[in-house]
């Protein structure tokens, strides 16, 4: 069934969509992601162990619950529910829509129309910034405020309603940056990926890098072919020339051999590396090649500032051995000393059977965040203007309504929530987004060191 087929028929039957929306409470966190029946688009995921009953704020929750995506889906709703274990928990039940990740603006306009209809306060979602353009325009047009765990990447993906809590990527960089400024590794060189996110990475790079005193020596870029990255390091060290003429032409070239002739005697030579940090930017797949070669050609004895994608557990177990004394950021780190953070390991570890990781810790920083704010609303704190603190840049809302309904009260009691001590650390509301810091690792002798963290 095509997706606009399926939100259509939705769209025509929203009593029986409704009826398929099961509202799931939150005061029994033993939630999985076996879905029975399996939800189609708009769906409701649901588990029979789960009661229909309790909460006075209902929030809908719009991510993958099937497809490649339900797995990362899952760590996210398991943090999400169990951040009900807080006495005010009760005060909030949750409608877990199956969103799949190719659903476009139609599709999302469909559903965020008949949750308006429905009495919805907020949105959870989307988990990934492709679909956030569409959250962020409905959230408009229906007055419902959202919280993302993605990052708020474009204009498009801003308004006034969209409450960002997920680490960016100009975020670790500029975390890298910083330490690298405090730690005396300069100058950088860097190797980056020319498609994709890469010349924008690139651009913060060098944004930060100015801020914060850095020398930018050099940069190469490789495109999504290059498995051979010699000629990348050709370029920003200096090796040593061998002689010529051990091999024959043929197996020049049938090998691929450059003019150095690797097969005799540069892999032996110490190159000359002018840097004293190489910030590498890439996908697992990538990153993996590239520590590999480095080593390979003996360019090391230096820090690598790399991004969250080198914190993975099994990405570390393969090529720990290549990326001694790397540095990398990451939004939380399960094995801190941190009382909030030891606490919900813990209570993770024994409803789930096995450890969080970052996706279900932003998700119950989040269920921590709407919970402050159903005390915020519950209490009558909130601002009764709620329109004038909008930051610039982040639009005006044209013609507020004179009375409140429920997403224009939550949105204020979400406002209203300034500060927020969660277990991805202390985060501050600035503009839509509740900004914190994040941890920053070292890898060196097999184990993992905390440079900074966020509380």
């Known amino acids: ?51 229909s009953k309790g909460g006075t704020i209902k929030i809908a929750v719009l991510i993958p619950t099937e497809g490649r995506f339900s797995y990362f889906s899952k760590q996210f709703i398991n943090g999400l529910l169990l951040s009900s274990h807080n006495p005010n928990g009760s005060k909030i039940r949750y409608v877990i829509v199956n969103l799949p990740a190719n659903a476009g603006k139609t599709n999302i306009g469909y559903i965020f129309d008949s949750l308006a209809k429905k009495g919805i306060s907020a949105v959870v979602g989307p988990l990934f910034a492709g679909q956030l353009k569409y959250f962020a325009h409905n959230s408009v047009k229906f007055k419902i405020p959202v919280i993302t765990p993605a990052p708020l990447v474009t204009k498009e993906d801003i308004s006034p309603f969209v409450f960002g809590y997920g680490m960016t990527l100009k975020q670790e960089i500029k975390t890298d940056i910083k330490y690298a400024r405090y730690a005396g590794i300069s100058p950088i060189s860097v190797i980056y990926p020319d498609n994709g996110y890469g010349p924008t ?10 801020r914060y005193g850095i020398n930018i020596l050099n940069t190469t870029a490789y495109n999504a072919e290059t498995v051979d990255f010699f000629y990348n390091f050709n370029s920003i060290v200096r090796f040593q020339n061998t002689e010529k003429g051990h091999i024959s032409k043929a197996e020049e070239a049938q090998l691929g051999i450059t003019p150095y002739n690797l097969m005799h005697g540069i892999t032996k030579a110490k190159p000359y590396i002018p840097f004293k940090g190489l910030f590498v930017v890439g996908s697992p797949s990538k990153l993996e090649l590239i520590l590999t070669q480095l080593m390979y050609y003996n360019i090391d004895g230096f820090p690598i500032l790399g991004l969250s994608s080198l914190d993975s557990k099994s990405f570390i177990e393969k090529y720990g051995f290549y990326m001694q004394g790397a540095i990398f950021p990451n939004g939380f780190f399960k094995h801190d000393d941190n009382d909030v953070v030891k606490k919900f390991d813990a209570a993770y570890k024994k409803y789930y059977g096995e450890m969080p990781n970052i996706l ?37 809302l044209q013609n ?21 001590k969660g277990v991805c650390g202390i985060s501050r509301l600035s503009g839509n987004s509740f900004k914190k810091g994040l941890y920053l690792f070292k890898y060196k002798d097999n184990k993992i060191y905390i440079l900074e963290n966020p509380f």
Not at 202 to 210: E, H, P, Q, T, V
Not at 390 to 396: A, F, K, T, Y
Not at 415 to 420: E, G, Q, T
């Open 1 to 51: 069934m095509k997706m606009t087929r399926g939100f259509t028929f939705i769209k025509a039957k929203d009593k029986l969509f409704w009826l398929l929306l099961i509202c799931l409470t939150v005061l029994t966190p033993l939630f999985s992601i076996t879905v029975a029946p399996p939800p189609s688009y708009g769906n409701a995921a649901y588990d029979k162990n789960i009661s």
């Open 201 to 210: 990475l690139l651009a913060y790079i060098r944004r930060f890098s100015a």
């Open 360 to 396: 279900s810790a932003e998700g119950y920083d989040i269920g921590g965040i709407l919970i402050k704010a159903a005390e915020r609303l519950s209490e009558h704190r909130v601002v009764k203007n709620q329109y004038n603190p909008l930051p610039l840049g982040m639009g005006q």
């Open 400 to 420: 507020p309504p004179t009375k409140d309904v429920n997403g224009i009260a939550f949105y204020g009691s979400i406002l209203a929530v300034k500060s927020y």
